[in-house]
């Protein structure tokens, strides 16, 4: 079974801090996500990186950056955390090759920023 | 952009009931996901589908193409079938990882 695992399930953050989130999968994936989710607004797309060291943006990439050193390792990183990005961040992977590749999700870390 | 668009929002169901979950979508897709998340956050992978029906124990799925709609259907529901559910769409001739995500559906099931 694909395990993605996520470092922290609940956080507390103060206004300012620097904030990292890890996500670890074991599948040998090449694709990695980081998603943040709101209510009423769903899932939507920080960062994704297909490779190591390679990133894009998603929808939503302002106030966040990324690093992938390692395969199985992709961290979202909040340079000057803020109240706004108090939400549940979500880490996925999936396979490269083919048309279509199932995301794996992990457990989530629910980010509160005071 | 494709809208994703699942109805209905909220469902309540009596332990038993056939529960039926919808979503459409605007634009011509390649592939849809239905997803299941659990009260704490995670994120379960329930299908993925591009066309027909898959069945998987007490869940079901079925997707129309030409009318850019799909449905999940819950038999004989639980309430460990409580959840938030959503549904995500990859469009066609796109890039092959970023899905549109629907808001998703919350369902409860009393005993």
């Known amino acids: 079974d694909v395990k993605v695992t996520q470092s922290s399930r609940y956080l507390v953050k103060r206004t300012g801090e620097k904030v990292f989130l890890e996500c670890v999968q074991d599948m040998d994936h090449e694709n990695m996500f980081w998603y943040r989710q709101d209510p009423g607004l769903g899932l939507r797309l920080i960062y994704f990186?297909?490779?190591?060291?390679?990133?894009e943006k998603g929808d939503i990439p302002e106030g966040y950056s990324v690093s992938r050193e390692k395969k199985e390792r992709f961290s979202l990183i909040l340079e000057s955390a803020s109240t706004n990005q108090t939400s549940m961040y979500l880490c996925a992977s999936s396979w490269l090759a083919g048309e279509y590749n199932e995301q794996f999700f992990g457990p989530g870390t629910r980010l509160t920023v005071l | 952009k494709n809208e994703v668009e699942q109805s209905p929002q909220n469902l309540t169901a009596q332990e038993g009931e056939f529960i039926t979950i919808n979503c459409s979508y605007s634009?011509?897709?390649?592939?849809l996901h239905w997803l299941q998340q659990h009260p704490g956050g995670g994120i379960v992978s329930l299908f993925m589908?591009?066309?027909g029906k898959k069945k998987h124990g007490r869940l079901i799925a079925t997707i129309n193409i030409q009318e850019k709609h799909s449905s999940l259907h819950i038999t004989a529901s639980h309430p460990r079938d409580s959840a938030v559910y959503i549904c995500?769409?990859?469009?066609?001739?796109?890039?092959?990882?970023?899905?549109?995500f629907g808001k998703g559906t919350l369902l409860t099931v009393n005993p």
């Open positions: 634009v011509g897709i390649s592939a």
């Open positions: 995500a769409v990859l469009n066609s001739g796109g890039s092959n990882y970023k899905l549109t």
């Open positions: 589908l591009s066309s």
């Open positions: 990186s297909y490779d190591v060291k390679m990133k």
